[in-house]
T-cell receptor
Framework: QKEVEQNSGPLSVPEGAIASLNCTYS??????FFWYRQYSGKSPELIMSIYSNGDKEDGRFTAQLNKASQYVSLLIRDSQPSDSATYLCAVADGGYQKVTFGTGTKLQVIP | NAGVMQNPRHLVRRRGQEARLRCSPVKGHSHVYWYRQLPEEGLKFMVYLQKENIIDESGMPKERFSAEFPKEGPSILRIQQVVRGDSAAYFCASSPAAGNEKLFFGSGTQLSVL
């Protein structure tokens, strides 16, 4: 059973701080990694994708991937109250690309 | 520029009734995924379909649940003889092609079984 593990939180950070969200996965053949943001009562929306080891930056967001450690993270710089949401880590294999989601980490940014 | 359309938004059924959830993917997308989400939980994969084909239904219960994505029309997730444990949010997502895992989600259908 392929698994994606996340700390459920809540993770509380003050406004302006860096929020660090972590995710581990069990399937070594996983090829693609994603972070989705889900506001309460809403559908998930893709915010970052990463496919190779290292860092990928997009605005205030940085995704980090370490395939050897089977670890992927998301950093949110200058956190804003509007960033308060649940962040879902998702992993796709190299086959037909079934996407498996973690349980999500709830982030609270305190004004 | 319509995204993924799901209907109904809310569906109430009594135990033993049938529930039909519809999903129209983004125009041009031929790949559809169904996920179930319970409160405070992540998205649980149910089934992956391409036009007229079920590619992976490993996450879908063997009994009472079925899914289709016909050549014409929306994808349908059908739950027969619903039970209270079926109450959840059901999300549909689409992607344009195999190898493109960026999923575009619909707004979901909240199923409540009385």
């Amino acid at each position: 059973q392929k698994e994606v593990e996340q700390n459920s939180g809540p993770l509380s950070v003050p406004e302006g701080a860096i929020a660090s969200l972590n995710c581990t996965y069990s399937d070594r053949v996983s090829q693609s990694f994603f972070w989705y943001r889900q506001y309460s009562g809403k559908s998930p929306e893709l915010i970052m994708s990463i496919y190779s080891n290292g860092d990928k930056e997009d605005g205030r967001f940085t995704a980090q991937l370490n395939k050897a450690s089977q670890y992927v993270s998301l950093l949110i710089r200058d956190s804003q109250p509007s960033d308060s949401a649940t962040y879902l880590c998702a992993v796709a294999d190299g086959g037909y690309q079934k996407v498996t989601f973690g349980t999500g980490t709830k982030l609270q940014v305190i004004p | 520029n319509a995204g993924v359309m799901q209907n109904p938004r809310h569906l109430v059924r009594r135990r033993g009734q049938e529930a039909r959830l519809r999903c129209s993917p983004v125009k041009g997308h031929s790949h559809v995924y169904w996920y179930r989400q319970l409160p405070e939980e992540g998205l649980k994969f149910m089934v992956y379909l391409q036009k007229e084909n079920i590619i992976d239904e490993s996450g879908m219960p063997k009994e009472r649940f079925s899914a289709e994505f016909p050549k014409e029309g929306p994808s349908i997730l059908r739950i027969q003889q619903v039970v209270r444990g079926d109450s959840a949010a059901y999300f549909c997502a689409s992607s344009p092609a195999a190898g493109n895992e960026k999923l575009f989600f619909g707004s979901g259908t909240q199923l409540s079984v009385l």
